[in-house]
């Protein structure tokens, strides 16, 4: 038996209220770096230990730019939602889970749009 | 009606329990690896910070991230990236309904795992060789 009404069934949100609005949002995220992580190692490794002029000249490149700010949106995207279906499987104190919900998002926006920055100041040469 | 006292209600047979099996411990990393990934994402924006910053201080964080204890971390970072990368795929290629026969998830566990070291072993021979 189903105990919904005609509505909320129509509306086909279920209990969280949102659908599968979330798993599909993941798995779009994830089909994202599976294309954008190994662009990013590519890219981003054979600067770590380089010389500073040198990593801020390759900033300055366009595609290196655009690949570093796809790759960290996404996964700090990525990473909130990981983090929520995480914190929404073992918490299960109520103020302690939407603590947590709301502190994980708001570090992944925090360093996500941190790290979107430091590539634009670079990119447009600041 | 249910029992009100949650307390005396007998629970069925949790993790403890069972034998480690390559289907739970692939799934159980997966979590693993994602959840330890904030700590690398984190090295990164820093990484990024301080490029964008001056010379001096891209030197100390560079240097500390190039130091060997920061080749541990990066290194570990490397294999957990890839091990979540491999185990997401896996995820992806179920969500299309197939991959799902006990041989096949048993096979494809094993197939993730070595991927993971290869590609890892691969990258680091690539950058750092």
Request: include cysteine; hydrophobic fraction near 50%.
């Amino acid at each position: 038996m189903d105990y919904r009404t005609d509505r909320q069934r129509a509306l086909g949100l279920g209990a969280s209220g949102e659908g599968s609005q979330h798993w599909w949002s993941q798995r779009v995220s994830s089909i994202a770096l599976v294309i954008l992580t190994p662009l990013f190692l590519w890219i981003y490794v054979p600067l770590l230990g380089a010389d500073h002029a040198d990593v801020r000249q390759a900033f300055g490149h366009p595609f290196r730019a655009i690949a570093g700010i796809l790759f960290i949106m996404v996964l700090f995207h990525h990473l909130r939602q990981g983090l929520q279906v995480v914190i929404e499987d073992y918490v299960h104190n109520r103020p302690v889970l939407t603590a947590l919900t709301i502190g994980s998002t708001l570090f992944c926006w925090a360093f996500g749009v941190t790290g979107v920055f430091a590539i634009a100041s670079m990119a447009f040469g600041r | 009606m249910p029992d009100p006292d949650l307390k005396t209600r007998p629970l069925s047979p949790h993790l403890t329990i069972y034998r480690p099996q390559i289907n739970s411990v692939t799934s159980i990393f997966h979590r693993v690896t994602g959840v330890g990934l904030v700590l690398a994402a984190v090295l990164v924006v820093w990484w990024l910070v301080a490029a964008s910053s001056g010379a001096a201080y891209f030197g100390f964080v560079d240097g500390l991230l190039t130091s060997w204890i920061g080749f541990l971390v990066l290194g570990g970072s490397l294999w957990a990236l890839w091990y979540h990368f491999c185990t997401g795929v896996r995820h992806l290629v179920w969500d299309t309904g197939a991959g799902y026969g006990m041989t096949v998830v048993t096979g494809s566990g094993w197939v993730v795992v070595g991927a993971s070291v290869l590609l890892t072993a691969a990258t680091l021979l690539a950058f750092c060789a």
